[in-house]
């Protein structure tokens, strides 16, 4: 397995995959939902508000993560949203989301980023370091189906502090659905 940051010209293969892994798994309007956001997210959003990771086995794509930045009403702290993320089935359950993740984590904080977050399984991100957080700690950009989802992470060595103001995602992003 190699991990890497994705360039554009494996856009189609991470969106391809993000539409094959959740229509596998959440059945196929999920799997068109999420392989429509992953494609605007990677065509719409400014290369230095995004940052693709993948995990390739030999030349094939079989994992990837998609951070976009998140930007406060203050401007501070420098946070990224990691989401979607998508293994495929074949390789699930073997380390490679964890491995990718922490890949991100790492590339993010070398870039000065100071927090992550993520809307998620908290059981499945508390392996990488997620904590939950609230919606008052934290103003998510839309409306929480499963406030319990709602996540972060400290890439500093600084404690999670709460930060006042609106919360602002990518654009593709900032829709009910994802919420």
């Avoid at 890497?4 to 094959?20: K, Q």
């Avoid at 999420?34 to 508000?49: E, M």
């Avoid at 946070?79 to 993320?85: C, E, G, H, Y």
């Amino acid at each position: 397995m190699h991990l890497s940051l994705a360039t554009p010209d494996r856009n189609s293969e991470v969106t391809d995959l993000m539409r094959r892994t959740f229509t596998a798994s959440e059945g196929a309007e999920e799997g068109n939902l999420i392989g429509a956001l992953a494609r605007d997210l990677l065509t719409t959003t400014p290369s230095q508000d995004l940052r693709v990771f993948i995990a390739t086995a030999e030349t094939d794509v079989m994992g990837a993560i998609i951070w976009t930045r998140l930007q406060f009403e203050t401007n501070t702290p420098q946070a990224f949203l990691l989401s979607p993320v998508a293994i495929t089935p074949e390789w699930q359950g073997k380390g490679v989301g964890q491995a990718l993740i922490r890949y991100g984590l790492t590339d993010l904080q070398k870039q000065g980023v100071e927090m992550a977050i993520t809307y998620g399984d908290p059981s499945f991100y508390s392996k990488v370091g997620f904590q939950p957080i609230t919606e008052s700690m934290i103003k998510p950009p839309q409306p929480l189906a499963h406030p319990e989802g709602w996540l972060a992470q400290s890439l500093t060595s600084a404690t999670l502090q709460p930060v006042e103001g609106t919360t602002r995602c990518a654009p593709a992003l900032n829709h009910p659905d994802y919420w």
